[in-house]
């Protein structure tokens, strides 16, 4: 995946260094999460980064992973790093709010002890409001193409 995301980097300009998250399948609780920038490190994790893999709240052991490229974070609230989180009823945005964690750097999962969230629908524009639900639509009709591809 990171030797992909590299040629998409080359291919578009992208000066950073590629990286992704290496997640726990059955939901992360904020835990059972690590980062990395070559396969070789996945290769040679330490023992602590192994240990984090193995198990996620209440003990729950960790039998698959997901790989997701990383994408860092470029809002910044209350100068912390931030991401917004859109919550939908059906097709209909009910809440958007900035998930912030002024621990975490721009490459981190904000999704960790310390994080906060706020209420923005009263703080950010209408019109980006707007636009992050036709995003947050269009990342949920992604999935469902991608979840019909693997014939689930």
């Not at 995946?1 to 290496?22: N, W």
């Not at 912030?100 to 002890?113: A, E, F, H, W």
Request: proline residues 3%; positive net charge.
């Amino acid at each position: 995946i990171l030797s992909l995301v590299q040629k998409k980097y080359e291919e578009y300009e992208i000066k950073t260094q590629p990286y992704v998250f290496i997640k726990a399948s059955n939901g992360t609780y904020g835990m059972g999460i690590i980062t990395a920038t070559s396969g070789k490190e996945i290769l040679n994790l330490n023992k602590k980064k192994r240990h984090k893999m193995k198990k996620i709240k209440e003990g729950i052991a960790i039998n698959s992973v997901i790989i997701q490229e990383g994408v860092p974070t470029i809002d910044i609230f209350k100068s912390s790093s931030a991401e917004p989180l859109i919550y939908y009823i059906g097709d209909t945005p009910t809440c958007y709010l900035y998930r912030c964690n002024s621990r975490k750097d721009v490459y981190s999962s904000l999704n960790s002890t310390d994080c906060e969230f706020y209420d923005i629908s009263q703080v950010v524009e209408g019109k980006i409001l707007s636009l992050w639900s036709i995003v947050g639509k269009l990342a949920v009709l992604a999935l469902a193409v991608e979840i019909k591809s693997f014939h689930l």
